[in-house]
């Protein structure tokens, strides 16, 4: 159920909500689904314009880039990176499983930190459905095979950022901790791993409000990679008010 809606409500479901509802509806009233239409189309452009990604980016990414110097009054004593998701059907893996591009470029990060302050890495990730490694084994193998760094710290039973924090908390020997997710995930993971009893040194990457759009016309033109950071941001903002809700936070 949660796939399904999530699937709805984030583009291009959105979208094509609209307009599926438009070609049903207007055989029978043909204004309204006429409007449908038309309110479809112009939400599948907006939704897939790179400027559209940017002010949404804008508002989300709070977090500065981290600075190592910001250790030096308060050290840190690990590096704690989430997982972004995993995929099946890699057979040119062993097992053909393995990391998504968020993942990868998360554990690309903490391993940059890792040479930076020489901390300890600990990886955050359950068993997605259908798969048979976490995402923080999957992770684990990574660092390894591609990075030669060890990792000691896997917490592998989570199934999403509330629970990143929480069974982080529980398994992780660590209270002040550099924390690595996307800019844009941030605010959410700082917030639940503060409240779960982590004192959180913020590390965010993968800026989309690093590179202004919206000063050329391409950047007002729909794209894949358009279309991929709005779901991002749409995703992180549901997810915000979602935990608000539950008072989560």
Not at 226 to 232: E, F, I, K, P, R
């Amino acid at each position: 159920m949660y796939t399904t809606i999530k699937l709805l409500v984030l583009p291009p479901g959105l979208p094509l909500v609209f307009v599926a509802a438009g070609l049903v509806l207007r055989w029978r009233w043909r204004r309204l689904g006429a409007t449908l239409l038309l309110v479809g189309g112009l939400l599948a452009w907006i939704t897939a314009m790179p400027a559209t990604a940017y002010w949404g980016a804008r508002v989300i990414e709070r977090h500065s880039v981290f600075e190592p110097a910001a250790l030096a009054k308060r050290p840190a004593e690990a590096i704690v990176a989430l997982a972004g998701g995993a995929r099946t059907g890699a057979p040119e893996f062993a097992g053909g499983e393995d990391v998504r591009s968020l993942t990868l470029e998360r554990v690309r990060y903490a391993a940059h930190l890792h040479r930076l302050t020489g901390l300890p890495i600990a990886l955050s990730g359950g068993v997605p459905p259908g798969m048979m490694s976490s995402e923080a084994e999957l992770m684990r193998r990574a660092l390894g095979e591609d990075f030669a760094i060890p990792v000691h710290y896997v917490e592998q039973r989570s199934r999403n950022t509330a629970e990143n924090a929480a069974f982080c908390r529980a398994v992780l020997p660590f209270k002040r901790i550099v924390l690595v997710t996307h800019a844009m995930h941030m605010p959410r993971a700082e917030a639940l791993f503060n409240a779960a009893g982590f004192e959180v040194v913020p590390a965010p990457m993968g800026f989309v409000s690093a590179a202004p759009a919206g000063r050329e016309v391409h950047d007002y033109l729909p794209s894949l990679s358009g279309l991929a950071d709005v779901h991002y941001v749409m995703y992180e903002l549901i997810g915000a008010l979602w935990y608000r809700v539950r008072g989560g936070w």
